[in-house]
Nanobody
Framework: QVQLVESGGGLVQAGASLRLACVAS????????MGWFRQAPGKEREFVAA????????EFVEPVKGRFAISKDNAKNTVYLRMNSLNPEDTAVYYC????????????????WGQGTQVTVSS
């Protein structure tokens, strides 16, 4: 059972940047693709970004392309989501997830989930 713990959320103004971190309880670098999802109030949870277990492949949802970056530090069992040029539409609870593949994450099929971290962007 892999446990995931997110951190780094907060309240920022539009245009600001944040970096979220997700620490896994055990090494995932050679086993799981890692990803980020978000859920805004009154909306369904949506896929945001994913990185393959090798780190060679990344995928992003269209609204965050060019603004968000995903990376991983295998030595620290940590995956990051760097969010730049934040706008109020990015306000949501952000969740980290692990799955067998990037495709599984894009399909919303995470094997393990974190508890979420709140990101609020004011205008």
């Amino acid at each position: 059972q892999v446990q995931l713990v997110e951190s780094g959320g907060g309240l920022v103004q539009a245009g600001a940047s944040l970096r979220l971190a997700c620490v896994a309880s055990e090494p995932t670098s050679s086993t799981y693709a890692m990803g980020w999802f978000r859920q805004a109030p009154g909306k369904e949870r949506e896929f945001v970004a994913a990185i393959s277990w090798s780190g060679w492949s990344t995928e992003f949802v269209e609204p965050v392309k060019g603004r968000f970056a995903i990376s991983k530090d295998n030595a620290k069992n940590t995956v990051y989501l760097r969010m730049n040029s934040l706008n109020p539409e990015d306000t949501a609870v952000y969740y980290c997830a692990a799955a067998a593949s990037v495709a599984a994450l894009q399909g919303g099929r995470g094997d393990y989930w974190g508890q979420g971290t709140q990101v609020t962007v004011s205008s």
